[in-house]
Each structure stands twice: as C-alpha cells, then as structure tokens.
C-alpha cells in the first residue's frame, strides 16, 4: 500500500536550517509529482511547494521562494524540502503529498528562541 | 496567490444533507475545478474528490462534488457522525501554484 513517511522536523532556533525527507513505499515513486503542503497549529492548510515526477518542473509558495528548495531523488523513492532561513511563521506541521491522493502523517517544525 | 474562500463552519443534523460551498475566481477553481478533502482532528487530509467529481476508490458515494462557475460545492448526504470534521477544498492557479481554501468545519448536530 501507499506509504509516506515524513522526517527531520524539529525545534530550530530563527535564521535557522532544517532539512525535511519524506520516505515513499508502495507505488512507482518516479512516476508522481509530489508536493509539501504545511498546517501551522490550529490553521488551515497551505501549499508550499511542488515537483514533476523527473524534478525538472518545480514551483514555490510566495511566502517560502528563496528560502525552501524542494528535491527529490527517484532512485532512492525520496522526496526532501530543504529549509533555510526560519521564521516564527514556518511553524507548521509539514506534509508530503503524492498529488493530493496520498498525504504522510506529517513532521513538526518549531520556529523558535 | 490569494487563497480560496470557504464558510468558517455549517452545522446539520444527522441524516441530513450537507453542501459546503469554495469560491474562486476564473484562474483556479472556474479553469481546473477543485480537489476536496476532508481532515479529522490530529490526522492527515484525505481526498474526498479532485476535478470536481471524481472519487478516488474508497470514498462512499454520499460525497459528491460539482462545479458552477468559480464557485465548486461538496455535497455530503445522510449525514453521520462520523462526517464531523474540517473540510478544504483546493486548486491548481494559472500563477503556478496550488491554493487551498481556509476550510469549513462541519458539525453533525
């Protein structure tokens, strides 16, 4: 079955760096796009960013370019959000997606001093 | 990438019907139709529907989505308890990026 494993959230400190991975299992992962997609606590959700199934094609929310770099690594079924420069306001719970079929449980990210 | 809009909240009866509305405008929701999900508390969204009425397997036939101009609608009938959760509706916009609505809260009284 479809699985997606997210991991590498945490507690960083503002202007901080994080790296987030998210494992896929069951499914031919090269063949998707996939997206990160984050909830702050207590708020709805908000798409942060997207790639093509061979990584050529990606897109960014206004509020993260610049800063995040989403990647993906077909050969190892995995997809990762690198995140630099860390405001309060990226704390989130952060989902990787398959599409918007398939969602992992998510992995904390905490923003703070 | 202004976000779509959705009711803060509706409230119906149990065994009653449900149409939870998501306004967009002609660059997301009137183009591409929208993607619904549901998200009960502390867990992730699942899809309900995506491009307006196409339901992935699994998904019982009381949800259904339809589309009228910029405005896309989920329609959740015979309400059940276990229908209490938030809804978002989502869609890709002609700036190149995906936008979700700020969800509904649906209670089954």
């Known amino acids: 079955q479809v699985q997606l494993v997210e991991s590498g959230g945490g507690l960083v400190k503002p202007g901080g760096s994080l790296r987030l991975s998210c494992a896929a299992s069951g499914f031919t992962f090269s063949d998707y796009y996939m997206s990160w997609i984050r909830q702050a606590p207590g708020k709805g959700l908000e798409w942060v960013s997207y790639i093509s199934s061979s990584g050529s094609t990606i897109y960014y929310a206004d509020s993260v370019k610049g800063r995040f770099t989403i990647s993906r690594d077909n050969a190892k079924n995995s997809l990762y959000l690198q995140m630099n420069s860390l405001r309060a306001e990226d704390t989130a719970v952060y989902y990787c997606a398959r599409n918007l079929d398939y969602w992992g449980q998510g992995t904390l990210v905490t923003v703070s001093s | 990438q202004a976000g779509l809009t959705q009711p803060p909240s509706v409230s119906k009866g149990l065994r009653q019907t449900a149409t939870l509305t998501c306004t967009g405008n002609s660059n997301n929701v009137g183009n591409q139709g929208a993607a619904w999900l549901q998200q009960h508390q502390g867990h992730p969204p699942k899809l309900l529907s995506y491009?307006?009425?196409n339901r992935p397997s699994g998904i019982s036939e009381r949800f259904s989505a339809s589309r009228s101009g910029n405005t896309a609608s989920l329609t959740i009938t015979g309400l059940q308890p276990e229908d209490e959760a938030d809804y978002y509706c989502s869609a890709w916009d002609s700036s190149l990026s995906v936008v979700f609505g700020g969800g509904t809260k649906l209670t089954v009284l």
């Open positions: 491009r307006n009425n």
